[in-house]
């Protein structure tokens, strides 16, 4: 197991294009998360998974950004109709549990020109 | 609100020096408090938490309930402790389930 993956790991885009990120957990890692960061800043909590169930959003997750974790294994995160504003890095973490360490993926870096 | 403060964004010693990367936080409940850091080109990484009472690659933290404070130390600093560092809580409080509130980050520079 190589640790919690992303794909992909660049993406550049136009305004008003969709986007799609896909997230692959550590395998038996039962919690997911998602978070963006821009620049100069830390890491800010989008969303979370227990399974495959979405249990909590931020505000900051605008109704063009939904997620998916079909079957509780990999998730993707699709932004709509993008806005130069979403330019961020987009990171995943999983964990086996609540209060526990997180692993964090190498994240998905987008540009939205 | 639930927040993460780390006042200083660089902090640069020498090598030898003692280092304290400072984070304060604001939280209604019992927190878990972590630190992560991120080597340059690296993704970000666990280097501990407070439950655990360990020391790793020489850094310890100390949880201030009083002070709510969970201050980064390392006695001697080396270069390769050169990194960004993020002090995150997490929680259960307002619903919320584990995710991490991070700080905006604090960047060592270690000099030779």
């Known amino acids: 197991d190589t640790g919690v993956s992303q794909n992909p790991r660049h993406k550049i885009t136009k305004r008003g294009q969709n986007v799609t990120f896909r997230c692959d957990p550590i395998?038996?890692?039962?919690?997911l998360y998602w978070y963006r960061q821009t620049l100069g800043q830390g890491p800010e909590f989008l969303t979370y998974?227990?399974?495959?169930?979405?249990?909590?959003k931020s505000r900051l997750l605008s109704d063009r950004f939904s997620a998916e974790r079909p079957k509780g294994s990999f998730s993707t995160l699709e932004i709509q109709r993008t806005e130069q504003g979403d330019s961020a890095m987009y990171l995943c973490a999983s964990s086996f549990g609540y209060l526990v360490t997180q692993y964090f993926g190498p994240g998905t870096r987008l540009l939205v020109l | 609100a639930q927040r993460v403060t780390q006042p200083e964004k660089l902090l640069s010693v020498f090598k030898g020096a003692p280092v304290e990367l400072k984070c304060n936080y604001s939280y209604s409940g019992s927190p878990e408090l972590f630190w992560y850091v991120q080597y340059s080109r690296q993704r970000l990484q666990l280097l501990l938490r407070h439950i655990s009472r360990e020391s790793i690659k020489g850094f310890t933290a100390d949880l201030n309930k009083g002070e709510t404070s969970f201050h980064l130390k390392k006695p001697f600093a080396q270069e390769e402790d050169s990194a960004m560092y993020y002090c995150a809580l997490s929680g259960n409080y307002g619903g919320s389930q584990g995710n991490l509130i991070f700080g905006k980050g604090t960047k060592l520079s270690v000099k030779p």
């Open positions: 395998s038996e890692h039962n919690r």
């Open positions: 998974f227990q399974n495959e169930a979405q249990l909590e």
